[in-house]
């Protein structure tokens, strides 16, 4: 069912196939989609899934309604929940969940995120420079670049998005306050980076506003939080997939995940394990990464990579 909510939030799922075929070896029971978004994942995993139940959780509320819309059909087996990957705990104690079936964590901002100039995600449209997920938070994009110290957003920068000119660009929001929309802030950085360095790695703003989206949104704090509450949870043959969008990304997903097939083992390799760690789950690749076609269908795919985590 659709009304006048759901096409101002579709969304393209990534990897869908990809993921469908590791949802299609789990067994039955609770499965969290911790990103519904647009619930384009959820509806083909409720659909072939007839054992499985879903909680859905976003922090953006336009999107939640939309997964709302779309799902109708199976509301019978999906629970909605407006919060924060930090708060996957204390929604599974609330709801007496205490173990899973999987988890899929599709991290990032979505298309109708970006396209929406007053978000203020997108260095391409002019909006406010807002950047909240939820947007009960009062702390935007705009509140940190006109408040805090260069040195402070120079670590930012540098911290989310390994931004060689980090410095520079911090100096340049400094010396040119109030910064007041979004066009405004990605020419300050394009004219704070060298022009031999412009013309590579595609447009010169979008590390510098992938790094202020995730401080503003504690990204890969939250990200640390849900991911380990949900892997604690996670039952011997479940599956927990993260499609990852950036490298700081993927490598903090890449920790957690060893850490769960490690135990946290100290112990010399080739030796029996004596520390007692406890061992949660097996890593069944090393990543993957969309197909080729999948790409050409859509460009913002292209930097995908999933992982899977098979609980022991």
């Known amino acids: 069912m659709e009304n006048k909510t759901t096409p101002n939030f579709k969304h393209k799922a990534v990897m869908l196939d990809e993921v469908l075929s590791v ?8 499965f969290i989609d911790a990103t519904v978004g647009g619930a384009s994942h959820s509806e083909e995993i409720l659909a072939r899934r007839l054992d499985l139940e879903i909680v859905a959780i976003d922090r953006d509320h336009l ?3 939309a997964a709302r819309c779309r799902l109708e059909k199976f509301s019978e087996r999906v629970k909605f929940f407006h919060d924060s990957f930090s708060s996957l705990e204390k929604v599974l104690n609330e709801e007496n969940i205490s173990s899973i079936s999987g988890f899929l964590f599709d991290l990032g901002v979505s298309s109708p995120q970006l396209d929406n100039a007053e978000r203020g ?9 807002d950047m909240r997920m939820d947007i009960r938070q009062k702390k935007t994009a705009s509140y940190l670049l006109n408040n805090l110290e260069q040195s402070e957003l120079q670590r930012i920068i540098e911290k989310n998005s390994d931004e060689r000119f980090a410095g520079r660009i911090a100096a340049s929001i400094v010396k040119n306050r109030p910064v007041e929309n979004t066009l405004e802030f990605a020419e300050l950085i394009k004219k704070a980076i060298p022009a031999a360095a412009r013309r590579r790695g595609g447009h010169p703003a979008k590390r510098t506003f992938q ?3 995730m401080e503003v949104n504690q990204e890969m704090e939250e990200l640390i939080s849900g991911l380990s509450a949900s892997i604690e949870r996670l039952k011997s043959k479940g599956c927990g997939i993260v499609i ?3 490298s700081g990304e993927d490598r903090k997903v890449k920790e ?20 007692g760690a406890v061992r949660k789950g097996v890593l069944p ?4 990464t969309p197909s080729n076609d999948e790409i050409q269908k859509n460009r913002r795919a292209k ?6 985590l098979e609980g022991l």
Not at 259 to 264: D, E, H, I, K, L
Not at 265 to 273: G, Q, S
């Open 256 to 275: 957690l995940f060893k850490q769960a097939v490690t135990g946290g083992c100290t112990c010399p390799r080739k030796l029996p394990c004596v520390c």
């Open 121 to 129: 995600f997108s260095y391409r449209y002019e909006g406010p420079i």
């Open 211 to 213: 790094a202020i989206r």
């Open 303 to 308: 930097s995908a990579r999933m992982r899977v």
């Open 285 to 288: 690749h090393s990543g993957k």
């Open 244 to 246: 990852s969008y950036h």
């Open 23 to 30: 949802v299609d070896r789990i067994p039955a029971g609770v």
């Open 63 to 65: 999107a939640l309604e």
